[in-house]
């Protein structure tokens, strides 16, 4: 993909996820759950999910900030669907990876699918925390851990 090309569907994909997001709410039953919080940008975010057998169930994510965190959540939430927690992992490091390389590092090796649009992030630090702040949540999540996710 040429650079144009990826721009374009980087407004694409924020503008969509962030006007219609996707699993947005709370989830009536849910067995893990997590805070995060981006004090930088004042994204806010609350994630739920049922997993059974190490399995992700069912996800869904809650709270409010910028169309970026917005988007990368709603995405993020379309992928993780019936994934395991070790596929979950693996996807939280390819993502981190994806978002903090250089500039001139290719993603296509990376085979990331839609999330690949978020290497836009890349060149503006301060929004690869709002980018962040979902995988951050989800980790915490699958653990259960109590104290909220800060993107620092
Ligand atoms: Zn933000």
Not at 1 to 22: G, T
Request: net charge negative.
């Amino acid at each position: 993909m040429i650079n144009n090309e990826l721009a374009e569907l980087y407004q694409e994909v924020i503008l969509d996820h962030n006007k219609n997001p996707r699993n947005f709410g709370k989830l009536e039953h849910y067995n893990h759950y997590a805070k995060g919080n981006n004090p930088l940008c004042g994204d806010n975010m609350e994630l739920f999910l049922e997993i059974e057998n190490g399995i992700i169930k069912d996800i869904k994510f809650n709270g409010s900030g910028c169309a970026i965190s917005k988007a990368s959540a709603s995405v993020m939430t379309t992928l993780l669907k019936n994934k395991t927690i070790e596929e979950t992992k693996k996807l939280f490091n390819d993502f981190h990876n994806l978002v903090t390389s250089n500039v001139n590092t290719s993603y296509d090796d990376l085979n990331l699918g839609k999330l690949s649009v978020f290497c836009g992030v890349r060149e503006f630090p301060a929004r690869v925390k709002c980018a962040s702040l979902s995988w951050h949540t989800l980790l915490n999540a699958i653990d259960n851990v109590t104290e909220t996710a800060i993107t620092e």
